[in-house]
Structures are given as structure tokens and as C-alpha cells.
């Protein structure tokens, strides 16, 4: 698949914040709701500096396996909070193009909305592909949230300078939520059911599950 190159790499804070904030533009909130192939996205760090980005693409409806790839690099940005993206996106955008089938949906690790500038890592991929993503986080990143009820879809809108930019969804019974941001052309009632479907076993959503035990374990 191509990924459009909307922007060069950032050499310093003040261009990847410029970017982001060029770019949170063209994010839109609405999109379609079935999805026939969904991506998952996740990078393992080896050391300081290399990293492993891994993308696997699964049938929507069976969850079964359609493809699988990996992309070596380095890290390409300091860490900074609210420019994570800018460390792993070269990687992640490697490891799409080397994809002979075009995803529907992208499940990010990581936030989307839910952001200091409103433009996390789904969104930013969703707009460089141009394909509905959605973001999940494992913690709590920006704004506050009651605890969801105990079961299984119970959810909590996330409140950032008053406004929903999430749900603290719970994906199994009794277990820690997860936090589901929209990224890019997809709704957060869509994004939400989608990552439910997508987990019907475990807290976190099975393309990311499956990604992240491919980009720590490389074939």
C-alpha cells in the first residue's frame, strides 16, 4: 500500500508541533462502520535507539491472520510528550508499504484525539493513509474520566478541557479499561464497538495483541 508523504521528517520540537498542528485539520469524525481487513500497529524497542515496527492485518469478521510485516529502523525524534508519534512513525509507514493488501481499518497502540494538540499517532496515520483509525491506549494520557462500570462494554467519556475526546471502554469484565480515541474518519460509537469486536478475549484488542508479539518476536 502507498502512505502519502504529506510532510518531511521534524528535526526539532517547534516543526513536529507545527506539523501536528497543520495537519489536525484534516482529521475527520465520521466514517464508515464495517470494516473487512483491520490492522494492527505496535513497535518494540531493542535498546536506545533500534526498534522493530510490526503491522498485522486480520479478517474483521473471523480475526483470522491475512498478513503480517515487520520494519527494522531507529528511533527518528527525542522523546518528547505529545511527540511520541515522530520516534515511530518512519517505521510504521516502512512497515505499511511493504503491505500487498490495503487495510479498512488501522488499530494504533497509542492515542488518537484523546492528545495535548488534539493529533495523536492514529491520527496522524490515518491522514497520512487516508484509511479509518482509531487509537488504544493502555494508560490514561490527557484528561480525567469516571471508572466505567464492571462490565463488559461499560464505558466512561474522557473530559479533556471540556470536551469528549474518548471512552474509557472496558473490553472484559472486571479488568482495567482501555482508552479508545478516534484517530481519522471513523466515529468514537464505531471506534468503540470496533474495539469490543476485537477483543473478545483478552483487555486489549487482538491486531494489537498480534502485533505486538510480532514486533518482539520477528520472524
Given at each position: ?143 480525567t474520566h469516571e471508572p466505567p462500570g464492571p462490565g463488559r462494554g461499560a464505558w466512561a467519556p474522557i473530559i479533556h478541557e471540556g470536551v469528549a475526546v474518548g471512552r474509557a471502554l472496558r473490553t472484559q469484565p472486571g479488568v482495567k479499561p482501555v482508552y479508545v480515541s478516534q484517530g481519522h474518519r471513523i466515529s468514537l ?31
Amino acid at each position: 500500500m502507498h502512505v502519502k508523504q504529506l510532510h518531511p521528517w521534524p528535526s526539532g520540537v517547534a516543526e513536529a508541533e507545527s506539523i501536528q498542528d497543520r495537519l489536525r485539520g484534516q482529521v475527520e469524525l465520521t466514517g464508515p462502520d464495517t470494516f473487512a481487513l483491520v490492522a494492527g500497529l505496535d513497535v518494540h524497542y531493542r535498546g536506545d535507539d533500534a526498534l522493530t515496527a510490526a503491522v498485522v492485518v486480520l479478517d474483521g469478521g473471523t480475526l483470522e491472520p491475512v498478513e503480517e510485516v515487520v520494519a527494522h529502523g531507529e528511533t527518528a525524534f527525542p522523546y518528547v510528550p505529545g511527540l511520541f508519534a515522530f520516534r515511530e512513525l518512519p517505521a510504521l509507514v516502512a512497515a505499511l508499504e511493504q503491505l500487498t493488501v490495503t487495510p479498512d481499518l488501522l488499530v494504533c497502540d497509542g492515542y488518537g484525539l484523546a492528545h495535548p494538540r488534539g493529533f495523536g499517532l492514529a491520527c496522524h496515520l490515518g491522514v497520512l493513509t487516508g484509511l479509518p483509525a482509531l487509537g488504544v491506549g493502555k494508560t490514561p494520557f490527557v484528561g480525567t474520566h469516571e471508572p466505567p462500570g464492571p462490565g463488559r462494554g461499560a464505558w466512561a467519556p474522557i473530559i479533556h478541557e471540556g470536551v469528549a475526546v474518548g471512552r474509557a471502554l472496558r473490553t472484559q469484565p472486571g479488568v482495567k479499561p482501555v482508552y479508545v480515541s478516534q484517530g481519522h474518519r471513523i466515529s468514537l460509537d464505531v471506534a468503540s464497538s470496533q474495539v469490543l469486536h476485537l477483543s473478545p478475549h483478552y483487555r486489549l484488542p487482538e491486531p494489537i495483541r498480534r502485533a505486538d508479539h510480532l514486533a518482539r518476536h520477528p520472524t
